[in-house]
Nanobody, 120 residues
Framework: QVQLVESGGGLVQAGGSLRLSCAAS????????MGWFRQAPGKQRELVAT???????NYADSVKGRFAISRDNAEMTVYLQMNSLKPEDTAAYYC??????????????WGKGTLVTVSS
């Protein structure tokens, strides 16, 4: 079993910053990609940013230059630094991890989500 615990969401004014964290735990042999997705009310879940185990990153066009993803492989934690936040960034943010368990089973795991609200 692999569990993800997210933290760092909250209410912030437009132009402000937040840092999200997501820590993985459980029967993990190795972790491949770690990333963040978001879902605004009435909209589909969309990719925000991902990072492979090798450090390659991918960002949604809407967050490029404002958000930065990073990871601490030793702590099995992924971070999302969000700067210059806009009201349209308001959403539930979900952590996603692709991992190989100790029993050599590949799992794709989602966190429960953390809410980010940006006021204008």
């Amino acid at each position: 079993q692999v569990q993800l615990v997210e933290s760092g969401g909250g209410l912030v004014q437009a132009g402000g910053s937040l840092r999200l964290s997501c820590a993985a735990s459980g029967s993990i042999f190795s972790i491949d990609a770690m990333g963040w997705f978001r879902q605004a009310p009435g909209k589909q879940r969309e990719l925000v940013a991902t990072m492979t185990s090798g450090g390659s990153t991918n960002y949604a066009d809407s967050v490029k230059g404002r958000f930065a993803i990073s990871r601490d492989n030793a702590e099995m934690t992924v971070y999302l630094q969000m700067n210059s936040l806009k009201p349209e960034d308001t959403a539930a943010y979900y952590c996603n991890v692709g991992a190989l368990t100790v029993s050599r089973r590949w799992v794709d795991v989602w966190g429960k989500g953390t809410l980010v609200t940006v006021s204008s």
